[in-house]
């Protein structure tokens, strides 16, 4: 078994999906748009095989929570960038990008070297060995 893919709402569809393009090397398939709910969606492969759904539609309430709380649930996306080196390199690139970084680089206590940041909409996501 595996985990077919993640979806996140998006308020600015054509943004996130360029931002995880160019920051994570993902393809985006063809917009897909359904015109009677005005539902659109883009789904991104990355070189592994994992995909990401982007979708956005009217009427779609932004989160109340806070990007930078912990909270119960789905609270992140973890990529992995192959070695410490390229978790650095993809920190100083994150933060000469202005992007909004939450903690790191660092060794985690379970072993992981990693750091966070949030992606344009606030989606917290890792990126690690």
Do not use: C
């Amino acid at each position: 078994m595996k985990i077919e893919h993640i979806a996140i709402w998006a308020a600015d569809l054509e943004a996130l999906r360029r931002f995880y393009e160019t920051r994570f090397g993902a393809t985006a398939g063809d917009q897909y748009h359904n015109t009677r709910k005005d539902f659109r969606s883009y789904f991104l492969k990355f070189a592994d095989g994992a995909r990401l759904e982007l979708m956005a539609m009217p009427g779609i309430p932004a989160s109340q929570d806070s990007a930078q709380a912990q909270r119960l649930g789905l609270i992140h996306l973890a990529f992995s960038v192959g070695s410490k080196e390229a978790v650095d390199q993809h920190h100083a690139q994150s933060v000469a990008e202005g992007l909004r970084v939450l903690d790191g680089p660092r060794w985690t206590g379970d072993g992981y070297y990693e750091y966070v940041l949030l992606d344009p909409e606030g989606n917290r996501l890792e990126v690690t060995i």
